[in-house]
């Protein structure tokens, strides 16, 4: 019995693990857009003591989050 219940239990666990793999697999259009975004920005950086965003486009425009 026992015996059955670890074979059972490998089993849930290899297609729990394909099932989740599978998931985070993102689409074609979501790395094609995460692509052209890493290839737009030049520049990234996190101002800790403001806790800003600011980054750079390739353009030249400068954005900056706001608290």
Sequence with gaps: MSKMFFIFLACVMVLGIGVSSYGNELSPAANQTAEHINDSVSSLNY???NEQIRFTMQ???TYTSSN
């Design 59 to 61: 353009n030249g425009n």
């Design 47 to 49: 101002d800790t003591a």
